[in-house]
Each structure stands twice: as C-alpha cells, then as structure tokens.
C-alpha cells in the first residue's frame, strides 16, 4: 500500500536550499524563503524573479505528481493546481465542505478540449458561481454589462471562464456539475451552438433557461449593435485605434448611402476572431446603462444569477 505524506506546496518550495527539498528529496531546487515574500513590481528585476518561482512551482508540482509515493499536497498556488487532472483535485469550500471530482469525469476528447485549464487555474475552483462564455470577447461585454446594470461580479463571487469556442460546454458542463466540482453554472451561448450543446449536456433547448443556460440571438455581436445606434458605433469604429483603416475597408456595405447597417457591422465584427475581441473592446467603451439593458442574453444570464 502507498503511504501518503502531506506536502505543503509553498512552504515546500521556500525551504528548499542546497538542491535538497524536505520530504520530497535531491532537486534541482535552490531558492530562499525569503524571495518568496516579494510583492512589489517597481524593482529591477522583480518580474522576472516572480516568472521563474512560478517555473519552479510547475517544476515541483510535476515532481511530486510522478513521484512513487501517495502525496498529498496542500496548496493555493494556481500553478500547481493547473499541473494535475482535475479528478485529482479536492476543493474545501466555506465551513470546510470538501469537493471532488468523480474519477474518469472526462474523456481523452474532453481532457483535450479543456485546454484553457491551465489558464484560469485556481479562480473557478473557489468561486460561488462559474459562468462559461464562448471566449474572450463575450467576457468583455459580459463583464461591462454586469458593471453598467448594477452586477458586482466579484461580490457575487463569480468567476467567468472563457472557452475556446462553444464546443467546450461539454466538458464545462462535466467538470462544474454534479460530478464535478458541484459548483452552479451559467453558460452564454450563440444560436449557431445550441444543437452542439444541447447533445453534450443531454438537455434540451426548452429547458436551458431551468439550467441557467441563454443564448444570444444570433450571436452576441448581433445583440449588441441592435442595442447601439449604427451610426454612433460606425463612428466608434473609425475614432477608435482598435481598427486600421485597412481593416474597416473590409466591412461590406448594404445601404445604399454607403454607410454600414446594423447588420454590416455585425457580419464584420464576427468574421475573424481578431475582430470580435477588437469590436468587443470599442463596444465596452460605447455602451450606456440604457443601451446595455438591451442585450437580452447577458440581461437575462444576470437576472438569473441575481434572483437565485
């Protein structure tokens, strides 16, 4: 039978001296506890200390999982989280409820999918709510929105994860729910990804809205120029450093004016990833508490949260 040995990640890392880390062995390990207390960025070289202890993090939690012992490590470092398969993961929640994920939660596709993982790291494990968006320019207005309405999303305790893309509500879905890490989920999806989901999630349309989970018609760059005056945001565009001149050439007009639609906006912001973040970030910056009402699926994913 494997003994276990409980490992405290941080203190681990800042008792490291002489190449020799207690309870763990000979590494290549060698730094003082006491860099480990730098907080300031205004030093020479202070960034780039901070990068290499978190190497050196990724370098121990790599250590102890291949190890041949049983450990357990005791840790709020995002780095050594990120290291290790969700399934063996405990998360301890307020008054020391402890979390974990069912074993073999995810498939090798779905293991794949979430490559994101090591991104957001530790945040949607200590959270009250996850909310998962397709990616980073549905965060952007989902963050603005929820300011511009009156949502604190850091009071609520919510932590807002970016997927590449709709195909990975699946996994999402696995990895916060019931068998996962239990924690309520909201997701904010395009038309274009309900059929997707609704097969990796086993629910159907008519009974998103029970689950928390909206859709934005067609998509949200649809939703948030219909709630913007086309000619003010077309303006935004052009006075706006986000965009050259070159890439505005590439909206292909409707009216007969020679000025964008609604409809020519959104068809353009939506055809390169480049330009979604891009327009997402002009949008931020044009909208209004009235305007940002108006974006049905954002309104109503908050609304929800709001009253549960």
Known sequence: MKTARIVDAFS??????GGVCPGVGKTSFGIDSGDLNIRRGDRPGDRNLRLVLNVLKR??????????????IATHSPDIVSAFDPELIVAVRDGGKVVQPTAQILNNDQ?????????????????RRVIAVEGAADRVILER??????????????????????????????????????IPLSLLIDRDAVDNTSKSIGLQECDFSEHSIWISEKDLEEEYTKALDAGSLWTAL???????????????YADANGLPTKTDIAAFLRSKSKYKIQGAIVVANSLDETTASKITSIMNLL?????A
């Open 12 to 17: 681990c890392i800042g008792l490291c001296q």
């Open 111 to 127: 293991r794949a999918m979430l490559r994101w993982w090591g991104r957001n790291k530790l945040e949607p494990l200590t959270a």
């Open 303 to 307: 609304s929800d949260i709001e009253n």
């Open 59 to 72: 370098g121990l939690a790599r250590l102890l999982k291949n190890g041949k012992n049983q450990k357990i």
């Open 238 to 252: 052009q006075n706006s450093n986000t965009f050259s001149k070159n890439e505005l050439n590439n909206i292909k």
């Open 145 to 182: 929105v929820a300011e511009l309405t009156g949502r604190d999303l850091d009071r609520f305790g919510i932590s807002v994860v970016e997927a590449e893309g709709a195909g990975d509500m699946g996994a999402i879905w696995r990895l916060f729910g019931n068998q996962g890490f239990n």
